[in-house]
């Protein structure tokens, strides 16, 4: 057998080493969530999954890189794109995409039972990485109070556990059960369900 790297397309060139390239072409031809997961864990602790404890920060590159408290999410307005960080080492887990978190606060009674246990005071988590294709969910429809993935125009109800709404996706957006440490959102448990798009 051969160990010469196979060829992949563009977005695979720029790996360094070709088992990586490998495994990036996988993730660019197929869209599966398993190939960018591995990449997710990989050693370099900025690109590690959420773990149990990580604290909720803002992005280094933001105007103020710091932990999320209960007073920066305001009821009903546009949720917050944050990332999982290690209290111990500091390091915030932003260097690999599907850890980017929606957090948002709702009224507490809109909650159904399943999304208010996972929820504090009305805060709730979900993974910011749609699970149709794979695009970032990044717009807010203000007067449903419901998350929209820009690509393909799949909606979530995040009242209720993230269920479709409409759109072509077929699955929820992953949950994170938070809880409360002081005034800062605290990892409380794993998602709900794999991140990203499913298997063809």
């Given at each position: 057998?051969?160990?010469e790297a196979?060829?992949?397309?563009?977005?695979?060139?720029?790996?360094?080493?070709?088992?990586?390239?490998?495994?990036?072409c996988?993730?660019v031809?197929?869209?599966?969530?398993?190939?960018?997961?591995?990449?997710?864990?990989?050693?370099?602790?900025?690109?590690?999954?959420?773990?149990?404890?990580?604290?909720?920060?803002?992005?280094?590159?933001?105007?103020?890189?710091?932990?999320?408290?209960?007073?920066d999410?305001?009821?009903?307005?546009?949720?917050?794109?944050?990332y999982?960080?290690?209290?111990?080492?500091?390091?915030?887990?932003?260097n690999?995409?599907?850890?980017?978190?929606l957090?948002?606060?709702?009224?507490?009674?809109?909650?159904?039972?399943?999304?208010?246990?996972?929820?504090?005071d009305?805060i709730v988590?979900?993974?910011a990485?749609?699970?149709?294709?794979?695009?970032?969910?990044?717009?807010?429809?203000?007067?449903k109070?419901?998350l929209?993935?820009?690509?393909?125009s799949?909606?979530?109800?995040?009242?209720?556990s993230?269920?479709?709404?409409?759109?072509?996706?077929?699955?929820?957006?992953?949950?994170?059960?938070?809880?409360?440490?002081g005034?800062k959102?605290?990892?409380?448990?794993?998602f709900?369900?794999?991140?990203?798009?499913?298997?063809?």
């Open positions: 057998m051969s160990n196979p060829t992949c397309g563009p977005a695979a060139q720029a790996c360094a080493s070709w088992p990586r390239r490998r495994l990036l996988a993730a031809a197929t869209g599966l969530a398993a190939p960018l997961a591995l990449l997710a864990n990989d050693a370099d602790p900025s690109k590690q999954t959420a773990m149990p404890g990580d604290v909720l920060a803002f992005a280094s590159w933001e105007d103020e890189p710091r932990a999320v408290t209960t007073a999410v305001v009821q009903n307005a546009a949720p917050l794109a944050v999982p960080q290690d209290p111990a080492s500091g390091v915030t887990r932003e690999a995409r599907l850890n980017q978190i957090l948002l606060r709702l009224a507490p009674d809109s909650l159904d039972e399943a999304t208010r246990a996972r929820a504090v009305g988590a979900y993974s990485i749609c699970t149709h294709a794979a695009c970032a969910v990044s717009e807010w429809q203000a007067d109070l419901h929209v993935c820009p690509c393909h799949s909606e979530y109800d995040p009242a209720k993230a269920a479709r709404v409409t759109g072509p996706t077929a699955r929820p957006l992953p949950a994170l059960p938070i809880k409360l440490l005034d959102l605290v990892v409380a448990g794993p709900s369900a794999p991140l990203g798009a499913p298997a063809p």
